[in-house]
């Protein structure tokens, strides 16, 4: 691609301004004048945001982050061959004119912009060719419940007759294959590159998971959402965005970018359902208790809920707990709203599996004879805010009485908090799990590059009675000991880690699976092999 053509993109997007400067020439509608000849020719045919990844013919586009400012590997991106390099200041010893948005510099052409990070996200659909305009793309957004109604959006949409891609926390689909995903939420170049993948590969529609992160470092500026969903708001990432306040901003974004025949799908009972969807162009519909598409559950089980939905006969979902009510609703009300009618809609979703490392289950067998009649289940679960730990175990409370047959029945909950992060949740996670479990251990998560120990005290700080509780550091050791203490008819919850399959441990990622250890655990011998 032409670097004019992405010129042009920037001018339009206001984001690139014109220049007096150089040879006069006119490009186009964009109105770009006076750019001089020998950049508006320059070939790109790749652009990152990362010098590593920079070679001959690249555009080079230099982020400041929160970290590191990508203005101090200009240098180095040069070096490594690239063609232009975009920034908001020009690196020392280039030539500052002033009046010039366009500098032509001796070993690469230089481009000011005042925002690189959303040039960036014009750039990088203008380079692919707006990919998202050719699906019908639904974008998720909220604190808790992403995955799993992104999950049932790509489920219900691919039963429907859609070839669905998937981008998301857990796994990315594009249409050619499942593959492990690393973030929630791609960078631009590589959502862009990742929708076009999805396009060519026959994909129609798509179900994209959308962080706050990435809605305030603007990876999704320039992506066509058909569709957006909220799914609720509770403090969380405050470590990042500093207040609830700006969290809340940062999810309103999806909103407000909405084409106006696009369709904001939100919480009814969330409060900051209306807040979000406020300024959206899109048509709005809300979902839930008092919402325009109302959910009543009549049954909660181990095995799944019986709800019904949109006016329509109850029937049984193979997800379990009320907060999984309002993800059924959500994709139900997304599949409504592109055209798809109740009861293929409805029917779909009642096939829908489990999410990975969501309220996923494991059953095994006592380890006393007097309760050897009654398994043990054990829960997997990505809880890792206090919202979601509440709800997962308020889920477990609401099915105890049903699946416990004798009283000695307990409710263990196994959790830590992650390091490097917000750390007002920790005390609040440690008595929620104290207010509604039965027995409580607090373990590591993902410690990072902080102390376990320090992590640990401080959520013993939110119990009222520690010493009814366990404090075991290492994830394993806590683990293996509630599969020694515990009895028939338990239910042990081990939640904040999911579908993740490591641990962090300071810049560490060591191999680690909740899934794994558990079975390893509650299997070992008399009742199944010790590997």
């Not at 790509?154 to 998301?168: D, K, N, Q, S």
């Amino acid at each position: 691609m032409r670097l004019a053509a992405l010129l042009r993109r920037l001018t339009d997007a206001g984001l690139l301004p014109a220049s007096s400067a150089g040879t006069a020439r006119q490009v186009g509608p964009g109105g770009l004048e006076a750019f001089p000849d020998e950049v508006l020719d320059i070939d790109v045919d790749h652009l990152t945001d990362d010098s590593r990844e920079i070679g001959p013919g690249g555009l080079f586009v230099a982020i400041r982050g929160h970290e590191a400012d990508g203005h101090r590997f200009i240098e180095q991106a040069v070096e490594n061959g690239a063609a232009a390099v975009l920034c908001e200041a020009l690196p020392d010893g280039v030539s500052d004119d002033a009046a010039s948005a366009v500098v032509a510099g001796d070993r690469a052409a230089f481009v000011r912009s005042p925002d690189t990070r959303a040039a960036l996200a014009e750039a990088a659909a203008a380079f692919y060719g707006d990919p998202s305009h050719e699906l019908k793309l639904v974008g998720v957004t909220g604190t808790n419940g992403k995955t799993t109604t992104a999950y049932l959006v790509r489920h219900v949409l691919r039963a429907l007759g859609e070839t669905t891609a998937l981008i998301g926390t857990v796994e990315t689909d594009l249409g050619a294959g499942v593959t492990e995903s690393t973030l929630t939420t791609p960078g631009p170049v590589q959502l862009q590159d990742m929708l076009r993948t999805a396009a060519g590969n026959g994909c129609t529609a798509g179900a994209m998971e959308v962080s706050s992160h990435a809605l305030d470092q603007q990876r999704t500026r320039a992506t066509r959402f058909a569709a957006g969903v909220f799914t609720n708001l509770t403090p969380e990432h405050l470590d990042y965005h500093g207040t609830i306040d700006a969290y809340r901003a940062a999810k309103k974004r999806l909103f407000d970018a909405l084409p106006a025949g696009g369709v904001a799908l939100y919480n009814a009972d969330d409060l900051a359902g209306e807040e979000v969807v406020r300024d959206t162009p899109a048509r709005k519909i809300s979902f839930g208790e008092r919402g325009d598409v109302r959910l009543h559950v009549r049954e909660n089980r181990l095995d799944g809920l019986r709800l019904a939905l949109d006016g329509a006969d109850a029937r049984a979902f193979r997800l379990v707990g009320r907060f999984n009510a309002y993800n059924l609703a959500a994709a139900y009300a997304a599949a409504r709203a592109m055209g798809y009618e109740q009861g293929e809609t409805l029917d779909a979703l009642a096939e829908a599996p489990p999410v990975p490392g969501r309220f996923e289950q494991v059953r095994f067998p006592a380890t006393d004879g007097e309760g050897a009649s009654e398994s043990r289940v054990v829960i997997v679960d990505y809880a890792h805010t206090p919202d979601a730990l509440e709800n997962v175990l308020r889920a477990i409370g609401e099915v105890r009485a049903e699946r416990c047959s004798q009283e000695q029945g307990a409710v263990w909950c196994v959790f830590g908090c992650g390091g490097d992060r917000d750390r007002a949740k920790r005390p609040r996670m440690g008595r929620l799990a104290e207010q509604l479990a039965d027995r409580v251990v607090v373990t590591s998560d993902n410690p990072r590059t902080e102390n376990p120990a320090a992590i640990i005290d401080e959520i013993r700080a939110g119990l009222e009675h520690p010493e009814d509780a366990l404090f075991i550091e290492d994830r394993r050791a806590a683990i293996r000991e509630v599969a020694r203490r515990s009895t028939g008819g338990d239910v042990i919850l081990i939640a904040g880690k999911g579908h993740e399959t490591y641990q962090i441990i300071g810049a560490e990622k060591r191999s680690f699976d909740d899934r794994k250890e558990a079975k390893k655990s509650f299997g070992r011998p008399p009742f199944g092999d010790d590997t």
